[in-house]
């Protein structure tokens, strides 16, 4: 789904171009930090915020699905006496780890790969909770 216009990245010059899309990724990169404060001190790039906004809460929601992943585990843990049922348990719960993690990497390559390109794709359901904070943390 393609964002709204206005959420491209501006195209002045050659260097201007780059640093809204170097810190997009690096908000993506690095988990939380550098997406709150560039969601707080970018003013004028909404481009920029936007992305801030996506992958704080991409961040935010992959951080909930492995706690999520983590706690059936010890749950399950508590439950099971057997070794059989044991080890199912163990394979079921690798494999949601592995497709979590999986999915993780294959949307932030995404994500990633549009900042530098300078396209503002939202992201099914987190794309409209990233547009609303970043209307929320403008400073007009």
């Not at 399950?76 to 979590?100: C, H, K, M, S």
């Not at 390559?109 to 992201?123: P, V």
């Amino acid at each position: 789904m393609d964002a709204p216009r206005g959420l491209e990245a501006a195209r002045p010059t050659r260097r201007r171009q780059a640093l809204p899309r170097v810190l997009a990724v690096l908000c993506y990169s690095l988990p939380i930090v550098p997406a709150v404060v560039v969601l707080l001190r970018a003013r004028r790039h909404r481009f920029l915020r936007f992305h801030a906004a996506q992958a704080l809460i991409f961040s935010c929601l992959l951080a909930l699905g492995q706690t999520a992943i983590y706690l059936l585990m010890l749950f399950a843990g508590e439950l099971i006496r057997d070794l059989g049922q044991a080890t199912i348990a163990a394979l079921v719960i690798f494999a949601l780890y592995a497709a979590l993690g999986l999915l993780a990497f294959v949307g932030w390559f995404r994500l990633a790969g549009d900042c530098i390109d300078g396209r503002a794709r939202k992201l099914p359901i987190v794309g409209d909770w990233a547009a609303r904070l970043e209307r929320l943390t403008r400073r007009d």
